[in-house]
């Protein structure tokens, strides 16, 4: 995946408590829509108790899609909270329990917000109902995501991001 370094990278956190599902999805949503895109976004996921592997669904999801999935693992938070990590400009949330949570403190003071949604590990009808669950899911999550990428983030000051971000879970 190529990112334009000429200009400065948005760097995008998105949380999830075991950073197994759904964070996984909008990091791997994120970066291909932006890749597709030519946009100077760079999404990472993270959790607070990664459970230590994607969820299969997750990588089958995403493979179906056509989307890489090379490289994405179950990562602690802890990761982005280092004076050495990627300086943050968006923290996004996605699943209830991680929002209720207490954050580390994110170098460089990023604009936050939360995108709940259910997890689709948790969906009934056995596997194909999973595979649903994901598939809706990801689709969901990659529609926000879009979203995101049609704002002007360069240009906008971190209330304006904020109004924007808040914005976009009210469509």
């Known amino acids: 995946m190529q990112f ?25 949503m994120l970066n291909h829509l932006a890749s597709k895109r030519s946009k100077n976004v760079r999404a990472f996921s993270a959790g607070s108790s990664p459970g230590g592997r994607v969820n299969p669904f997750a ?10 999935v090379s490289g994405y693992r179950s990562k602690s938070w802890d990761e982005f909270a280092r004076d050495d990590a990627p300086h943050m400009r968006i923290v996004i949330t996605v699943c209830d329990s991680a929002a209720a949570e207490a954050c580390p403190l ?10 709940g949604y259910a997890d689709p590990s948790n969906a009934l009808g056995g596997d194909e109902g999973k ?9 969901a999550i990659g ?15 971190d209330a304006e991001l904020q109004r924007a971000l808040d914005d976009i879970l009210q469509s």
């Open 4 to 28: 334009n370094e000429a200009r400065v990278t948005t760097n995008v956190l998105i949380l999830c408590t075991h950073n197994s599902a759904r964070s996984v999805l909008g990091e791997a």
């Open 59 to 68: 990588i089958e999801t995403l493979t179906r899609a056509g989307i890489d």
């Open 106 to 115: 994110w170098p460089g003071s990023p604009v936050k917000v939360h995108w």
């Open 131 to 139: 595979r649903q669950a994901f598939e809706l899911t990801r689709q």
């Open 143 to 157: 529609y926000r995501m879009l979203q995101l990428l049609e704002l002007p983030i360069d240009r906008l000051n």
